[in-house]
């Protein structure tokens, strides 16, 4: 390890505790309720999915179309567990169905037993949808993602499930304490943890021999087999993982969201999430991070005008109705796709020599410009 | 005493096909052996039987004395495989090893056409070759509880690529080195699986005459270094008449020669199929 790699791993731990803080920040003193909070909130989820999106997609190669159906999964199993024993068996959430699991958890036993109860499921639909390749493999997890949507909904798994009715009272964001206390965790500054931890797992993980094991699949499958690497244990390996993670973060939207339906994980979120990787850049975790903050605060918050009568000051009720919004960003898609098809970051990473090299060329344009 | 790889009837058919007609051989420890024959003769088929690419319509392929592949009693193809030795291993149990155990058990191989790991630079593509001999798991690895293992690891990629020849390039796209370097590449990153036998295919392909002196002197001192024994699929005849023990030689699929350098020179079936007359004879 030289001294230039080590400084420049420090200011990356520095940058990182500074995006920390100023969260925190942000939690103390902006109201709970803000825009600036919720899409920080959503952003951090969503980036956590992307990143272990981007993990099966971008670094391992297998084009997966699943990802809403293991947030269901962890959604799901969140919620069942840390919902108090007395709202379960009192009339208020399971009001058709007598509430099978009575027993109930705390925050982080819900959330690592969310990313299992993925990874399980996961382990199980691997086994046969894994040995197809490239657009079958897509269809059979849509498939997969699907029919896991059905299940939940089902009428004869209501007991646990509470058939297509919504969950709520579990403990979420605002019901977060400190551990041992009764002091409110920041609640934006608990889904940074979280997803930051999980994202920091992903990243050690692709940077070990496992994640060059992966690489190596993505590049050559052919090659990486007569290297030693088992094609399906690997292939596996990656699935459950990222589908752990998935499973995490459907937790944290659970969370976010105070109530949780089995409606809401269509395959359009899966595509919302491979749209966020794309956009960011297939095999590139920093840009999968940028492209959901930047989604998200583009649907959430910046044109949500379209939707509401007036954007940019431009007041037109006929034309700025429901779904113009939607009309606007497949736009937006399409000229990305179109202009930008390897994303912000292509596979690189943030960097700071990288991104004083683009400061550099950037400048000298600028001044090119003005010269000429 | 058992041979170090030993072919048995080993017939690869493909509908009605048939690349590789009962073919059988075997490589002694220390040897190099070269498998030789026109364009389609089923010389780079016979590898990928061996290295579990394929799986042999009929016959055997022992390795070290150990079964690692007989032909497949239910299979499709052996229903219409009725050639010599026909239902010879009609009754034996299904072995059907995927290349990855292949070489675990410790035969790597290169390839025809170039197949490094694009994306990587030279060193990863070397790297990663090494995870195959880790004993880390997952979790040890993401935590870098077995960071001393991945140390170990990376010193043997630096000392491998050194012995190579290729540190200077060491954090270049493998891609873009030059063609001859490539090759010398994936030989690298197949001695990173610490083989015992290591299978070459057209090493030479698309070398000059200076670049394939220099490949056989290379060949031998690697048999040297590392203690193997080559088995090559080759056309350049200079090189497989300059460093091969024993050749043999295939033609549409049918083994129709074996024996030293010099005996296949004189072969009449041999000059027929494939040597040819030399013009100034």
Known sequence: MDSAYRKRLIAIWIGIAAVYLAVLLLDMTLRPTSMLLTVLKKGAIYSLVAVSMNLLNGFTGLFSLGQAGFMLIGAYTYAILTMPGDVKTSESVYKYYECFITFDTGVFIGLVAAGLMAALFAFLIGWPVLRLKSDYLAIATLGFAEIIRAIFQWDVLGPVTNGANLLRSYIDLTRVTLPFTDIPFPPTLFVFMVSGICI???????NSSYGRAFKAIRD?????EAMGINLFRSKELSFVISSFFAGISGALLAMFQYTVQAQQFKSMMTYEILLIVVIGGIGSISGSCIASFLYITLSEWWLRGLDMGTFLGISAPSLFRSGFRKLVFSVIIMVIV??????????????????????ARAAKRMRKEAAG | MNSMLELRNVTMQFGGVVAVNDFSMHIEEGEIVALIGPNGAGK????????GVYEPTNGEILYRGRTIAVNHPRGRMKRIYGGLHGD????????NPTPDEITRLGIAR?????RLFRSMTVYENVLTAMHLRARQNALSAVFRISWKEEQRMREDTERLLKEQDLYQYRDEKATSLPYGKQRRLEIARALATEPELLLLDEPAAGMNPQETKELSAFIREIKERY????????????LVMDISDRIYVLDFGSPIAEGSPA??????????AYLGVSEDV
């Open chain 1, 220 to 224: 050559d499958e052919t090659a990486a």
């Open chain 2, 44 to 51: 780079t088929t016979a590898f990928n039987c061996i290295t």
């Open chain 2, 263 to 272: 005996e296949i020179q004189r072969n009449q079936r041999v000059i027929d």
């Open chain 1, 200 to 206: 920091l797992i992903i990243v050690l993980l692709i």
């Open chain 1, 338 to 359: 179109l202009f930008f098809s390897r994303g912000i970051m292509g596979d690189k990473e943030l960097s700071i020599p990288r991104m004083r090299a683009a400061f």
């Open chain 2, 110 to 114: 290169t390839f025809q056409n170039i």
């Open chain 2, 227 to 238: 203690s193997l024994s080559v088995f090559m699929i080759e056309h350049h005849m200079d």
């Open chain 2, 88 to 95: 010879m291993y009609a009754s034996r149990r299904v072995l």
